[in-house]
């Protein structure tokens, strides 16, 4: 069966550090992989999506960047944190075009 | 382009009561769709889905929407909850030709009370 993990679980770091998020899939090939930001009350937001090793596609621009340097790992990452990249942040996948995504468990970044 | 709208933002229901959570769509092109359930601080799990077939879908924990084309709508119902069944339910939409996004509703707290 297919699990989806993400680490840290909970982060606090402060204004202007950098951040890197890891997200990676077992049990699958060649997933395509999401990551999104809830704020507080809030829905999701799709920040990135990726259809293979390389391929990055950005929906909302902003200080946040993703990488996916294996078939089954993506990274979010930041150089400088603003108070704003606080939330609650998903990594989701999905084995086939257009059906359901599976959700990793997030992790909740608190920028202070 | 595709919305997803959930006109409401919170249900307050009593245990043992029956509920239905609101979900409408706009699209110019056939959908699938989905309902999400997020428990506090985790990630969101599938409810259930409609790809095609049968409009009235059943899901998991006694859930089941119905899809109305002519009404672009799919509701989620439950014929009594339980104090369980709070958490923050989502509607969301993808297209079936090539597109690779889910569009999300900006969700529905539902609150069961005792």
């Known amino acids: 069966s297919q699990t989806i993990h993400q680490w840290p679980a909970t982060l606090v770091q402060p204004v202007g550090s950098p951040l890197s998020l890891e997200c990676t899939v077992e049990g699958t090939s060649n997933p395509n992989l999401y990551w999104y930001r809830q704020a507080a009350g809030r829905g999701l937001q799709l920040l990135f999506y990726?259809?293979?090793?390389?391929?990055i596609s950005s929906e909302v621009p902003q200080n946040l960047s993703a990488s996916r340097p294996q078939d089954r790992q993506f990274i979010l990452s930041s150089k400088k944190l603003l108070l704003s990249d606080s939330g609650f942040y998903l990594c989701a996948w999905t084995r086939d075009r257009g059906n359901e995504q599976y959700f990793g468990p997030g992790t909740r970044l608190t920028v202070t | 382009a595709q919305s997803v709208t959930q006109l409401d933002s919170q249900v307050p229901v009593f245990e043992e009561a029956p509920v239905e959570l609101r979900c409408n769509y706009s699209?110019?092109?056939?959908?699938?769709l989905f309902w999400y359930v997020q428990y506090p601080n985790q990630g969101l799990q599938l409810l259930l889905k409609y790809l095609s077939g049968s409009t009235l879908v059943k899901g998991i924990n006694g859930f089941e929407a119905e899809f109305n084309k002519s009404q672009t709508s799919f509701h989620l119902r439950k014929p009594s909850v339980h104090i369980s069944d709070t958490a923050e339910y989502f509607c969301?939409?993808?297209?079936?030709?090539?597109?690779?996004?889910?569009?999300f509703g900006s969700g529905t707290r539902l609150l069961v009370r005792p």
């Open positions: 699209s110019s092109v056939s959908v699938y």
């Open positions: 969301a939409v993808s297209r079936m030709d090539s597109s690779y996004k889910l569009i």
């Open positions: 990726s259809v293979g090793i390389g391929q």
